[in-house]
């Protein structure tokens, strides 16, 4: 019964990555919560985060960023 091919996520075979999967799993379940879970959730959603550009092996002045599926 074993299959002769490499057993491959579902995710990858449809062409997308594991954060791409996660992400609309994610918005699904948030989806599907009444509130004042919601409305909690959503604003969970929101991400905070540091990008910096380096050279010569140190990091240069970073920038914080947010993103969030809503904007």
């Known amino acids: ?3 002769t091919a490499a057993a491959v996520p ?3 075979a449809a062409g997308m ?3 791409t999967y996660s992400n609309i799993c994610a ?3 948030r989806g599907c919560l009444k509130e ?4 909690d959730a959503g604003a969970r959603e929101k991400v905070h985060f540091a990008v910096s550009k380096w ?3 140190k990091p240069e002045k970073s920038s914080i960023r947010s993103d969030s ?3």
């Open 55 to 57: 050279a010569n092996g």
């Open 36 to 39: 004042p879970y919601r409305s």
């Open 10 to 12: 579902f995710w990858r």
């Open 1 to 3: 019964m074993a299959s």
């Open 17 to 19: 990555t594991y954060i």
């Open 69 to 71: 599926h809503s904007e």
């Open 27 to 29: 918005s699904l379940v």
